[in-house]
């Protein structure tokens, strides 16, 4: 098949019962190429016998617990042949025409290596839905934010990014990504279970030299938190263990390979040994730089969720205290530390055609906090 539609789900009845026709109708005027795909998560709320009874014609894969988003997601696509994966939470409405104008984007812009839709309120439909809006950026400590969703504010849609772009991540809850840049990347970080890692996967996409664009044309609708609610103190300890994670994952290699890229052509300011190359030696100074100024960042980023876990003991919400702790003492056990030899290997290899797009360069909680919803209007002046 060209491309399969893959839902991961986990006790997912009341989603699939609610949006599975809808989606199913989306593509049936279509082609033969495109396959809806149902991998359950060891659900046990009757989704498999829902399925089969219902909707016997989608192929259904089973596993025996639930592996997360990324493990689940990683199981399942290993089994599936196609050019395109689409990863499809189960509650999200799609709209009608949703699925072209990715497939087209993909068609004719072969260094695309992931796109989505813009992403809009299930509840209030004219909204952009907090978990991706528009696509993604982070700022210069890793919070993540949107083009039309920052800190719990969200934006109205009125054609303001309706424009294909590029951006740093583009939310997992409808996500396509080109198969072979999947498997060449290694596919979802399983460290993180869920939440951020789709903000890893794309900034991994990036390094190896694709874009990651938002495809306005498409729409859908997302309902959000089907999972975890967004007061759960586990939903809590993941965000802020991952996000670590997810720093220690690229920045290294981001910041290297800015230094890489800006210095190349003047290679004069390395530092050269023997019979080194000009570009190794650019690429030995880059990654000198980049572990430093990597290393700095996340010290910053640990400190300042250090001040919000003191945040949560002097106002008694404890268990949020206790979720922050244990993101940073699980953090410590799951880091892998960046490896300066495998840095300049990749900005010997990716560096020339390598670039990130939506780091952006100030701190956006103060900022939002200072604007409140003018911010919108001053990040799109910004960048």
């Given at each position: 098949?060209?491309?399969?539609?893959?839902?991961?789900?986990?006790?997912?009845?009341?989603?699939?019962?609610?949006?599975?026709?809808?989606?199913?109708?989306?593509?049936?005027?279509?082609?033969?190429?495109?396959?809806?795909?149902?991998?359950?998560?060891?659900?046990?709320?009757?989704?498999?016998?829902?399925?089969?009874?219902?909707?016997?014609?989608?192929?259904?894969?089973?596993?025996?617990?639930?592996?997360?988003?990324?493990?689940?997601?990683?199981?399942?696509?290993?089994?599936?042949?196609?050019?395109?994966?689409?990863?499809?939470?189960?509650?999200?409405?799609?709209?009608?025409?949703?699925?072209?104008?990715?497939?087209?984007?993909?068609?004719?812009?072969?260094?695309?290596?992931?796109?989505?839709?813009?992403?809009?309120?299930?509840?209030?439909?004219?909204?952009?839905?907090?978990?991706?809006?528009?696509?993604?950026?982070?700022?210069?400590?890793?919070?993540?934010?949107?083009?039309?969703?920052?800190?719990?504010?969200?934006?109205?849609?009125?054609?303001?990014?309706?424009?294909?772009?590029?951006?740093?991540?583009?939310?997992?809850?409808?996500?396509m990504v080109r198969a072979d840049i999947?498997?060449?990347?290694?596919?979802?970080?399983?460290?993180?279970?869920?939440?951020?890692?789709?903000?890893?996967?794309?900034?991994?996409?990036?390094?190896?030299?694709?874009?990651?664009?938002?495809?306005?044309?498409?729409?859908?609708?997302?309902?959000?938190?089907?999972?975890?609610?967004?007061?759960?103190?586990?939903?809590?300890?993941?965000?802020?263990?991952?996000?670590?994670l997810m720093l220690s994952n690229n920045?290294?290699?981001?910041?290297?390979?800015?230094?890489?890229?800006?210095?190349?052509?003047?290679?004069?300011?390395?530092?050269?040994?023997?019979?080194?190359?000009?570009?190794?030696?650019?690429?030995?100074?880059?990654?000198?730089?980049?572990?430093?100024?990597?290393?700095?960042?996340?010290?910053?980023?640990?400190?300042?969720?250090?001040?919000?876990?003191?945040v949560y003991l002097v106002t008694f919400?404890?268990?949020?205290?206790?979720?922050?702790?244990?993101?940073?003492?699980?953090?410590?056990?799951?880091?892998?530390?960046?490896?300066?030899?495998?840095?300049?290997?990749?900005?010997?290899?990716?560096?020339?055609?390598?670039?990130?797009?939506?780091?952006?360069?100030?701190?956006?909680?103060?900022?939002?906090?200072?604007?409140?919803?003018?911010?919108?209007?001053?990040?799109?002046?910004?960048?």
């Open positions: 098949m060209k491309t399969a539609i893959v839902i991961l789900n986990w006790n997912g009845k009341h989603f699939l019962e609610k949006f599975l026709p809808g989606l199913t109708d989306s593509i049936s005027g279509g082609t033969e190429q495109t396959e809806i795909i149902v991998a359950d998560n060891g659900s046990t709320d009757g989704s498999l016998e829902f399925l089969s009874g219902t909707f016997p014609s989608i192929h259904t894969i089973t596993f025996d617990r639930n592996y997360g988003f990324t493990g689940g997601y990683n199981r399942a696509l290993r089994q599936i042949d196609a050019q395109y994966y689409i990863l499809l939470n189960s509650d999200i409405e799609v709209t009608d025409g949703w699925l072209e104008p990715l497939v087209e984007w993909m068609d004719t812009h072969p260094f695309c290596g992931a796109c989505a839709p813009k992403l809009l309120s299930y509840a209030d439909r004219e909204m952009f839905e907090y978990a991706g809006a528009a696509g993604g950026m982070i700022d210069r400590y890793g919070y993540p934010f949107c083009k039309g969703r920052i800190l719990k504010m969200t934006e109205k849609d009125y054609g303001q990014y309706d424009e294909p772009e590029d951006v740093l991540w583009a939310s997992g809850a409808c996500l999947y498997r060449k990347t290694g596919g979802l970080d399983e460290r993180f279970f869920a939440h951020q890692e789709e903000i890893d996967l794309c900034w991994r996409i990036q390094l190896e030299g694709y874009n990651v664009t938002i495809i306005p044309e498409s729409k859908v609708f997302h309902v959000g938190g089907g999972t975890l609610q967004n007061g759960s103190p586990w939903k809590l300890m993941l965000n802020y263990r991952n996000n670590l920045l290294a290699k981001t910041y290297s390979l800015e230094y890489f890229n800006d210095k190349y052509m003047e290679p004069e300011g390395a530092l050269l040994d023997g019979d080194e190359t000009e570009a190794e030696a650019v690429a030995r100074k880059a990654a000198a730089i980049g572990l430093k100024r990597a290393g700095r960042t996340i010290f910053i980023r640990k400190t300042l969720d250090g001040l919000s876990a003191a919400r404890w268990k949020y205290f206790k979720a922050v702790l244990d993101a940073h003492r699980e953090y410590k056990a799951l880091a892998k530390a960046p490896d300066k030899n495998e840095i300049i290997g990749f900005l010997l290899d990716k560096g020339k055609i390598s670039g990130v797009t939506g780091i952006y360069r100030k701190w956006i909680i103060p900022r939002a906090l200072l604007h409140g919803k003018d911010i919108f209007k001053r990040i799109r002046q910004e960048i």
